[in-house]
Each structure stands twice: as C-alpha cells, then as structure tokens.
C-alpha cells in the first residue's frame, strides 16, 4: 500500500539530507515536495494545505535548523504530524455495558460492506464474543444469500426474514432474537446505496432510531481516494457515524482516502481491510500507518501477525529441534502452513523496517513456489520426510510424479533443506536468543 506515496516522499527528503545545514528556503522548497506528493497521492486539498503549514511552522523553527541532523529532524515532524492527521491513536470498537452490542454497517455499492460485516464480526468471534449478522439488504440480488456464506464461512448465525419485510422491522427483529438468544454482539448489513438517493438514505436513519447501535461502522473503498473523503462527509453528515472501514487497502491505494477522512469528518479510522480472505483485517493504528508510508515498516503489525500464528510451546519445540538438528522435512511443510496463515507474503515483506517498496514493487514473492514445495513435501512418505537422506534417485522420480515437479525440482528443495538446517543451527546455538516466539532473533 501507498507505494507511490512512499517512494516521492522518500525523494522529497533526500533535498534536505543532501544539506548540512538548512535554511528556511530548504525547508519550503522541500515542502513543496512533500506537498506534489500528497496531492498526486488524491489527498484532499484543504488537508494537504494545513498539513504542510504545520509541518512548515515546525521545521523552520530554531530546533530544526540548528540541529546537526536537521533531515531527521524534518521526518520525524512529518511523522508525527501524519500521525495527528490519520488520529493519533488507534479507536477501538466501543462495546456497549448492556448487551447486546449493536454495530450498524452502512456505506455504498461494490465497498465490501457484507464482506467486512463478516470479518468483523469474526475478529470479535476469536475474541470471546457470540455475535450475530442481521441481513437487512433486501434490494441487491442474492444479497441476503451473500451474507449467508460470509457467515457459514466464520461459523457465524445469520438472521433474515426474505426480501418481503422491511429492513426496519429486520433489523428490530434481529435485536430481539440476539437478546433471545444470548447474542452480546449484532451485525446489521444494510444495503449499499448512493448517497445521494434520499429515500435509501432516510431509510439508514429510520433503522438508526429503532435500533439506537451502539456504533455506525462506514465501509468505503481506500482505492477510491477523495471520492471516499466526500462520500464519508455525506454519511457523517446524515447519521453521525462513528467511524469508518476501508477496504482493498492491499490494493493501488494512493493514500487520499487514509489521509483526509479523519480530518474532514472528525471520526475514526478504525479497520482496514487487507486482503481477500475472512481474516484479512486489521485494527486502525495511525502511528503505524504513519511509519508505513515513510517507508519505516511495521515491525509491531509484523510481531502482531507472528505471535498469532505461532503458538509459544510449538516455537519452544521448534527451537530444540534446531539446536538439535531433529528438525525435519514434516516441521519444515508445518512452517509453511504457519507463514501462509500470516498472510500475504508481499504486504509482510513491506512490514519490514528499512525494506525498499519501490524494489518490492517489481519483485513479487511468488506463492505459487510455496504450493509447490508443500506438493514435494506430501508426494514423500512419512519416513522420508523423517529421513531426508533415505530420498535416492528412483525416490526423487517417484516424488517428481506424484507432485507434478521434476526431479531438479526435489534436488533444489532438498539443498535448500539442508542449507537451512545449518543456517538456524548457528543462529540458535548457545540458547542466547531465541529465532521464534516473543524473543526475537534482533535487539529492540
């Protein structure tokens, strides 16, 4: 995400480092960088406008141009004025004293509203809660079948009354059934709409009064840039929402939308959808979001995805096995399998502190490598895979057909195999740091 907006203020920056000392001259001049590059990336104007005042205030100031790093000086202003403007901190979903708590989606056509209804409700699911989606689109086709199989997907109740009643009493109904039925959460999926069709629009306000939720969760598209800005403005304007998703943030996102809507509405960033699947979705963290776009990476999201995917005693036992070179071609496929629950392997190669986007932009990770490796891997039997050096040539052929590789293919993998081995070997001798769990392999 937000390539393009990374790499032009990474040039923006590097006028002032080129300088030893600044002057204020150096600082406008590079702030008319910084500001092409926020425009081009869809910002909103009047934002950018304010942004690059604040940020101008600060670094002409005695402290920045009297400093013997002044460039460092002038990032960290920038991030911490990125900071402010996406929220300075992350908003959590309020959970209401009385259950059950009640979240009302809303937003347009073709934003992934139904989809994110689903991953929501999932994320608070693994958090305990016993949540409820209330379909109450009954125009779009199928729509209510869509958030059937959202919901079958995650394991999660769906309540719908057909297409025949109106959302307003769905939804009342929906609130009444959770109550019935131990429900502490309710999703309600209404229909996406234009914001300009009033009688939609009032309808969103007539289910607001009968149900009073406890929050309006907006969905909007961060590839749309400004167009998401005005969108929201419409929405907060007519229903006071209390905060916003965006979705496709793993897509061309140029940054206007992640940038401009907490300033232009006042509410919160509080989700943003990475991916495709039911679990990609994260908790809004501007001081992150922040460090993303300067190119700092996320090592916090990083560590986050990792201890999620790692259990500690698994990653205690993984480490021994290291140590004692026990570790095997059967541990070997069970690390893959974690690292592919991780997510796309892309977006946590740009999580990297200090790694390049503009070279990731043409370097794509291929995954397909991954599905074949698991295919070498369960084409082996499980001596095999206990014993790697059992693996002669007439076991390579017979392994190459049944996973549909060659026998270079096995060969490759099998030195790839061993090189590691000895590699995590070195890196975990002496039991003074630990490669897996919550002790990393580097000092923070």
Known sequence: MFQNLTEKLSNAFKKF???????????????????????????????????????????????????????QQIVKIVNEELIKLMGSEASKLEISSRPPTVV????????????????????????????????????????????KIVGESVNIPVFSMGTKISPVEIARAGIEHAKKNGHDMVFIDTAGRLHIDEELMGELVKIKEAVNPTEILLVVDAMTGQDAVNVAKSFNDLLDITGVVLTKMDGDTRGGAALSVKYITGKPIKFIGTGEKLDAIELFHPDRMASRILGMGDILSLIEKAEAAYDEKNAKELEKKFREQTFTLEDFLEQLRQLKKMGNLDQLLAMMP???????????VDEKQMVKIE????????????????INGSR?????????????????????????????????????????????????
């Open 354 to 364: 200090g790694m390049n986007t503009g070279a990731l932009k043409n370097a794509q």
């Open 104 to 147: 009302m989606m809303v937003g347009l056509q073709g934003a992934g509203k139904t989809t994110h209804t689903g991953k929501i409700a999932n994320m608070f699911k693994h958090k305990g809660k016993n949540p409820l989606l209330v379909a109450c689109d009954v125009y779009r086709p199928a729509a209510v079948d869509q958030l």
């Open 396 to 444: 390579r052929r017979r392994i190459a057909k049944g996973s549909g590789t060659t026998v270079e293919d096995i060969n490759k993998l099998l030195r790839q195999f061993d090189q590691m081995k000895k590699m995590m070997k070195q890196l975990s001798g002496g039991g003074k740091r630990r490669m897996f769990g919550k002790k990393l392999p580097f000092n923070m």
């Open 17 to 71: 480092k080129n300088k030893g000392k600044l002057t204020e001259a150096d600082v406008k001049e590079g702030m008319r960088e910084v500001k092409l590059a926020l425009l081009e990336a869809d910002v909103n104007f009047k934002v950018v406008k304010d942004f690059i005042k604040a940020v101008t205030e600060r670094a002409v100031g005695a402290e920045v141009l009297e400093s013997l790093l002044p460039a």
């Open 375 to 390: 295919a070498i891997i369960l084409s082996m039997t499980p001596e095999e895979r206990l014993k790697p050096d059992l």
